[in-house]
């Protein structure tokens, strides 16, 4: 009986020096975090034709918008300046600018035929970019040109590609 009377002491004393700070246990807690926000991109052309009847070179002002890094494909309909009544088709280049990124990539319009993909890491977030049209050659026959050039942009998450 004694034995367990200095056991229930000992007991009490263990805890009322935890009590006072003097023997205490380390007593820990964790918070988890966490948060998404929707990977957002878009393109918008503030003109939607290019007029080369009379020039050989044009440009289009574009802004990028992406909160990730992003890819953005260029394309090409015809890959030239299709002639619509015979099979002539003009070459261009195409430059893209993009400032921001300090960026400037050049394709012949039949690389965009089948289309070209830029990969940018940086996220943009907002930004104005060119896109230059130059003729390889002169427009001599006469009768309606005409081609067009689609953007594609896509989040780029994991580093190529959702």
């Known amino acids: ?8 002491i000992c007991k009490l004393a263990l805890m009322l020096a935890s009590l006072d700070g003097s023997i205490a246990t380390a007593n820990e807690v ?5 948060g998404y ?4 991109c878009s393109v ?10 009379n020039t050989r070179s044009s440009q289009a002002e ?24 015979n099979d002539v088709l003009v070459p261009y280049r195409v430059t893209l600018t993009v400032p921001k990124a300090k960026r400037e990539t050049v394709f ?8 070209k993909a830029i990969h940018f890491e940086q996220v943009l977030f907002s930004e104005r970019a060119s896109l230059a049209v130059q003729l390889q050659q002169q427009l001599v026959f ?4 005409s ?6 942009i896509t989040p780029d998450l994991y580093g190529r590609g959702l």
């Open 1 to 8: 009986m004694r034995k367990q009377n200095v056991i229930k």
């Open 30 to 34: 964790s918070l988890a975090m966490y």
């Open 37 to 40: 926000i929707k990977a957002r």
């Open 44 to 53: 918008a052309f503030h003109q939607h034709d290019v007029e080369l009847s």
């Open 62 to 85: 574009l802004d990028l918008r992406c909160n990730s890094p992003m890819t953005l494909t260029l394309y090409s309909q015809n890959g030239g300046l299709s002639h619509h009544n």
């Open 108 to 115: 012949s319009a039949l690389q965009l035929k089948q289309g």
């Open 142 to 145: 006469a009768g309606r040109y």
């Open 147 to 152: 081609d067009e050039i689609r953007l594609e």
